[in-house]
């Protein structure tokens, strides 16, 4: 009878425990699977798109009607009235919604389905456009979130205009001719002067190694390299060939030459820049199959290189405030970077959804401003962004760079020739750290110290205006008015200079942000009409930038350092004709400020606007989004990640660049299509005295949609090396010519080239170099043509695999080398790497 009944209460309890989600709050949403379909673009005629969310129940507890709510990211807004499924989509901030059960909705019994449409305020391109990181939220528990289950795209077959199809890739692929590897120029990014001579040095661990004393870190650097290679160390003593690293008085700073003969290799240069500019281009001159595995010896074929930059200053910048990236795959950058002869890492350390950089005077930048999690009062964390879900300490959601890390960061890149710009947003893009700022305020505030709580707080508790970003964030912006503002500023300077100095590494400059700050921001902020009374030369709002960054500007020339900036930073915004326009601030002008300027949106009006900073005095890196943003697609296709919202970005578009007149090169409009060029009309051109203040060239990767190592790969690598080409080599034949058809026929030419040293000389390298690199492997073009499939690649020497039978290729898969017989079958390729890594899939069917 006790045995009865003990199972009975066991199964009582089992069947409460079904019915009562509370008892494992967690698990009724992890059986959740969400699918988000994009419907139908262009819906009802309008520039809009109908999406839909399909949930289904795989569990077997039944998720009740009420009681809940579900999170998730998205980047599009929403239409709230035209959702269906008796649920309510509200917008809660920056990219965060809630989908809330209404009368009507009925629980959700395991097996089932429930379908939400809804539309959205534009149409559908990629898979970005799309909703990510549910959650569910219990109202009896508000403060926990729990993620849903398995997360699906539907496949979407779109028709706008500029669409990129296989056969469009294999029409684009014709033109390139593939080149014989003894053709190849073997040093990358091209050199100044490049000769080809007689033999080939024969490097193994004989070989004797000597350097100037003024060269000893770069010895240390091709020893190693050297390690890397043979295995070991090149053995001590007289005999043998030698690698000299030679001082020689007279080369441009960052120049060197490179003579390679049977019996020596001779580095020389004026600085320690140029010596590893030089062994940079021994490692790219030497076979790329030599960086597989340990060699017993690598035969390095005999020239005669002189080369310098073009440009003194090749940049690169990563956005790690939205999405952290680890310090192991900086340090990986940075050698990257350095083997392609880049010199400044612009490190974005801090935006509205995360602050990267440990401070200690200020440790709730970090404590509070590095976590995401489910908040919807961010007192203690923030809340998620870009699908980063509700738990606190994950990467990429969450993390930062604590003190050490990144003196390690600072030391290696300057190891390496890099120095790092470190960039504060300010004063938007700093919901991070007004929500930092007011988590120390609170805790002073409950101590009783109210003085020390004001200290450094970033917003005003009056200030009841209201506005929206870009980025739909309406509490982001630093009040400029506030003197806590400037107290703030003035001690993460004091900071960051000081871990510089205990790095041991210069520090020149730092970056404070200054782009997107919306209009109605501080208009009815006390403090800002107290400054006003106080200061006749504000007259509104505007007039704050000014304020801000001259304070700004001298807290940083405080430090002996310049103040750099996004280029609204220079810029006095004005109006003609009632129109908003920008121009340079003469103002600032004197102060020798340095901006980067990303705006030329071809079709947006501010083409010009970097040649009209530099034409007006300011010193100006050119970071075009149509040119260098590498975040953005590679092309219009629905499976290709990346915003597009100011151009596509392949390959060619950083190759093709003119710095000095972008306007000559540029061919397509942001959606991909035929550029219209009477834009171009009344636009300002670059100067010779403007030419004088373009100070370098920069791209950059921002984080929306860089969750993963290996998603940051596939965006960066090899348009970084289009990047690498432009900022270092010469200015090319066919951006100087002045007769359309000989510009085109140079360029096809120098096209060709290009693509095929990166497919058979630097991608291979690529494969190996610092333990290997996940970059993009495009998808080969393919044509049915007369009952054959025809197939092709971007990068000639890259293998081509195939399938007929539906299954994706693999390694072990056909190799592509002629027409194949269509039959009525489904024809799969996609082009390997050397190290058996796939890229992406071409499929092509004939019915």
Same mark, same amino acid.
């Given at each position: 009878?006790?045995?009865?009944?003990?199972?009975?209460?066991?199964?009582?309890?089992?069947?409460?425990?079904?019915?009562?989600?509370?008892?494992?709050?967690?698990?009724?949403?992890?059986?959740?699977?969400?699918?988000?379909?994009?419907?139908?673009?262009?819906?009802?005629?309008?520039?809009?798109?109908?999406?839909?969310?399909?949930?289904?129940?795989?569990?077997?507890?039944?998720?009740?009607?009420?009681?809940?709510?579900?999170?998730?990211?998205?980047?599009?807004?929403?239409?709230?009235?035209?959702?269906?499924?008796?649920?309510?989509?509200?917008?809660?901030?920056?990219?965060?919604?809630?989908?809330?059960?209404?009368?009507?909705?009925?629980?959700?019994?395991?097996?089932?389905?429930?379908?939400?449409?809804?539309?959205?305020?534009?149409?559908?391109?990629?898979?970005?456009?799309?909703?990510?990181?549910?959650?569910?939220?219990?109202?009896?528990?508000?403060?926990?979130?729990?993620?849903?289950?398995?997360?699906?795209?539907?496949?979407?077959?779109?028709?706008?205009?500029?669409?990129?199809?296989?056969?469009?890739?294999?029409?684009?692929?014709?033109?390139?001719?593939?080149?014989?590897?003894?053709?190849?120029?073997?040093?990358?990014?091209?050199?100044?002067?490049?000769?080809?001579?007689?033999?080939?040095?024969?490097?193994?661990?004989?070989?004797?190694?000597?350097?100037?004393?003024?060269?000893?870190?770069?010895?240390?650097?091709?020893?190693?390299?050297?390690?890397?290679?043979?295995?070991?160390?090149?053995?001590?003593?007289?005999?043998?060939?030698?690698?000299?690293?030679?001082?020689?008085?007279?080369?441009?700073?960052?120049?060197?030459?490179?003579?390679?003969?049977?019996?020596?290799?001779?580095?020389?240069?004026?600085?320690?820049?140029?010596?590893?500019?030089?062994?940079?281009?021994?490692?790219?001159?030497?076979?790329?199959?030599?960086?597989?595995?340990?060699?017993?010896?690598?035969?390095?074929?005999?020239?005669?290189?002189?080369?310098?930059?073009?440009?003194?200053?090749?940049?690169?910048?990563?956005?790690?405030?939205?999405?952290?990236?680890?310090?192991?795959?900086?340090?990986?950058?940075?050698?990257?970077?350095?083997?392609?002869?880049?010199?400044?890492?612009?490190?974005?350390?801090?935006?509205?959804?995360?602050?990267?950089?440990?401070?200690?005077?200020?440790?709730?930048?970090?404590?509070?401003?590095?976590?995401?999690?489910?908040?919807?009062?961010?007192?203690?964390?923030?809340?998620?962004?870009?699908?980063?879900?509700?738990?606190?300490?994950?990467?990429?959601?969450?993390?930062?760079?604590?003190?050490?890390?990144?003196?390690?960061?600072?030391?290696?890149?300057?190891?390496?020739?890099?120095?790092?710009?470190?960039?504060?947003?300010?004063?938007?893009?700093?919901?991070?750290?007004?929500?930092?700022?007011?988590?120390? =305020?609170?805790?002073?505030?409950?101590?009783?110290?109210?003085?020390?709580?004001?200290?450094?707080?970033?917003?005003?508790?009056?200030?009841?205006?209201?506005?929206?970003?870009?980025? =739909?964030?309406?509490?982001?912006?630093?009040?400029?008015?506030?003197?806590?503002?400037?107290?703030?500023?003035?001690?993460?300077?004091?900071?960051?200079?000081?871990?510089?100095?205990?790095?041991?590494?210069?520090?020149?400059?730092?970056?404070?942000?200054?782009?997107?700050?919306?209009?109605?921001?501080?208009?009815?902020?006390?403090?800002?009409?107290?400054?006003?009374?106080?200061?006749?030369?504000?007259?509104?709002?505007?007039?704050?930038?000014?304020?801000?960054?001259?304070?700004?500007?001298?807290?940083?020339?405080?430090?002996?350092?310049?103040?750099?900036?996004?280029?609204?930073?220079?810029?006095?915004?004005?109006?003609?004709?009632?129109?908003?326009?920008?121009?340079?601030?003469?103002?600032?002008?004197?102060?020798?400020?340095?901006?980067?300027?990303?705006?030329?949106?071809?079709?947006?009006?501010?083409?010009?606007?970097?040649?009209?900073?530099?034409?007006?005095?300011?010193?100006?890196?050119?970071?075009?989004?149509?040119?260098?943003?590498?975040?953005?697609?590679?092309?219009?296709?629905?499976?290709?990640?990346? =915003?597009?919202?100011?151009?596509?970005?392949?390959?060619?578009?950083?190759?093709?660049?003119?710095?000095?007149?972008?306007?000559?090169?540029?061919?397509?409009?942001?959606?991909?299509?035929?550029?219209?060029?009477?834009?171009?009309?009344?636009?300002?051109?670059?100067?010779?005295?403007?030419?004088?203040?373009?100070?370098?060239?920069?791209?950059?990767?921002?984080?929306?949609?860089?969750?993963?190592?290996?998603?940051?790969?596939?965006?960066?690598?090899?348009?970084?090396?289009?990047?690498?080409?432009?900022?270092?080599?010469?200015?090319?034949?066919?951006?100087?010519?002045?007769?359309?058809?000989?510009?085109?026929?140079? =360029?096809?030419?120098?096209?060709?080239?290009?693509?095929?040293?990166?497919?058979?000389?630097?991608?291979?390298?690529?494969?190996?170099?610092?333990?290997?690199?996940?970059?993009?492997?495009?998808?080969?073009?393919?044509?049915?043509?007369?009952?054959?499939?025809?197939?092709?690649?971007?990068?000639?020497?890259?293998?081509?695999?195939?399938?007929?039978?539906?299954?994706?290729?693999?390694?072990?898969?056909?190799?592509?080398?002629?027409?194949?017989?269509?039959?009525?079958?489904?024809?799969?390729?996609?082009?390997?790497?050397?190290?058996?890594?796939?890229?992406?899939?071409?499929?092509?069917?004939?019915?």
């Amino acid at each position: 009878m006790r045995y009865f009944i003990i199972v009975l209460l066991f199964l009582s309890f089992v069947v409460q425990s079904a019915a009562q989600p509370n008892r494992d709050p967690a698990r009724p949403a992890r059986d959740l699977s969400i699918q988000w379909e994009a419907v139908q673009n262009d819906y009802q005629n309008r520039p809009k798109s109908l999406n839909a969310i399909t949930i289904t129940n795989n569990g077997s507890i039944e998720l009740p009607a009420t009681g809940w709510k579900m999170y998730f990211n998205c980047a599009r807004l929403i239409d709230p009235a035209s959702v269906t499924g008796d649920v309510r989509f509200d917008l809660i901030n920056g990219d965060l919604f809630s989908i809330t059960p209404e009368r009507g909705f009925q629980s959700l019994k395991p097996g089932a389905t429930v379908r939400i449409e809804y539309v959205a305020q534009e149409p559908v391109v990629n898979i970005t456009d799309g909703p990510e990181g549910f959650y569910l939220v219990w109202d009896a528990k508000p403060d926990t979130g729990y993620p849903t289950g398995h997360f699906t795209i539907n496949p979407f077959k779109p028709t706008y205009k500029g669409l990129v199809t296989a056969g469009m890739i294999f029409d684009q692929n014709k033109m390139i001719r593939d080149i014989p590897m003894e053709k190849l120029t073997r040093v990358f990014p091209t050199p100044v002067s490049y000769q080809e001579t007689t033999g080939y040095f024969n490097l193994t661990t004989a070989t004797q190694l000597h350097a100037d004393e003024r060269f000893k870190s770069e010895e240390r650097d091709l020893s190693g390299t050297l390690v890397t290679l043979l295995g070991k160390k090149t053995e001590a003593g007289n005999t043998g060939n030698a690698i000299s690293l030679e001082f020689k008085s007279g080369l441009a700073d960052e120049g060197y030459e490179l003579a390679v003969k049977p019996e020596s290799i001779v580095i020389s240069a004026s600085g320690a820049a140029g010596i590893f500019y030089g062994i940079q281009s021994l490692k790219t001159l030497m076979p790329p199959a030599a960086w597989s595995h340990v060699q017993p010896s690598i035969q390095i074929p005999a020239v005669l290189v002189k080369d310098e930059p073009r440009f003194s200053y090749r940049a690169f910048m990563l956005d790690v405030g939205r999405n952290f990236m680890p310090k192991k795959e900086i340090l990986k950058l940075l050698d990257v970077m350095a083997l392609y002869k880049l010199n400044v890492f612009h490190f974005h350390l801090t935006e509205d959804e995360g602050w990267r950089l440990e401070l200690p005077s200020l440790p709730e930048l970090t404590s509070v401003g590095s976590q995401r999690g489910h908040t919807l009062d961010s007192k203690h964390f923030l809340p998620p962004s870009h699908g980063s879900g509700p738990d606190t300490g994950k990467i990429a959601g969450s993390g930062f760079y604590n003190r050490s890390d990144f003196i390690e960061i600072l030391r290696y890149a300057y190891d390496r020739h890099i120095s790092v710009l470190p960039e504060i947003e300010t004063p938007g893009h700093a919901r991070a750290a007004i929500k930092a700022m007011n988590a120390r =305020y609170a805790k002073y505030m409950n101590a009783g110290n109210k003085e020390e709580a004001e200290r450094y707080l970033l917003y005003d508790p009056v200030d009841s205006s209201r506005y929206s970003t870009s980025q =739909y964030w309406n509490d982001n912006i630093i009040n400029p008015a506030l003197p806590s503002t400037y107290r703030f500023i003035e001690t993460v300077i004091n900071d960051i200079v000081q871990i510089y100095k205990d790095a041991g590494v210069p520090l020149k400059s730092i970056h404070f942000g200054g782009d997107e700050v919306p209009e109605h921001v501080w208009e009815k902020s006390p403090a800002y009409v107290r400054l006003k009374a106080d200061h006749p030369e504000i007259q509104n709002t505007g007039d704050l930038w000014y304020y801000f960054y001259g304070k700004v500007n001298k807290l940083v020339k405080a430090k002996g350092l310049y103040l750099s900036g996004w280029e609204e930073m220079g810029l006095r915004k004005t109006r003609l004709d009632g129109n908003s326009m920008y121009l340079p601030n003469p103002d600032f002008e004197p102060e020798h400020l340095q901006t980067e300027v990303w705006n030329n949106t071809l079709g947006g009006g501010n083409e010009d606007l970097a040649y009209k900073l530099a034409n007006g005095g300011y010193k100006v890196v050119l970071t075009p989004v149509t040119n260098f943003y590498f975040d953005m697609a590679h092309y219009k296709a629905f499976e290709e990640p990346g =915003y597009y919202w100011g151009a596509f970005t392949d390959i060619d578009k950083p190759f093709s660049f003119v710095p000095f007149d972008y306007f000559k090169n540029s061919t397509v409009d942001k959606e991909g299509l035929p550029l219209n060029r009477n834009i171009f009309i009344g636009k300002q051109r670059l100067t010779d005295y403007g030419k004088s203040n373009i100070a370098g060239l920069q791209s950059a990767v921002w984080g929306e949609n860089i969750k993963t190592t290996e998603r940051f790969e596939y965006m960066l690598l090899p348009r970084l090396l289009g990047f690498a080409e432009r900022a270092w080599a010469p200015d090319p034949e066919w951006a100087v010519a002045t007769d359309s058809s000989q510009i085109r026929m140079l =360029y096809a030419d120098a096209w060709s080239s290009f693509l095929n040293v990166i497919g058979k000389r630097e991608l291979p390298l690529l494969d190996y170099y610092s333990g290997g690199y996940g970059y993009r492997i495009p998808k080969p073009g393919v044509v049915l043509n007369e009952g054959r499939y025809a197939a092709n690649f971007q990068f000639p020497g890259m293998e081509i695999r195939y399938t007929l039978d539906g299954k994706d290729p693999d390694i072990k898969s056909r190799i592509y080398k002629d027409p194949v017989d269509a039959g009525g079958k489904i024809f799969k390729c996609r082009a390997f790497s050397t190290n058996g890594r796939g890229g992406v899939i071409s499929k092509t069917s004939s019915e």
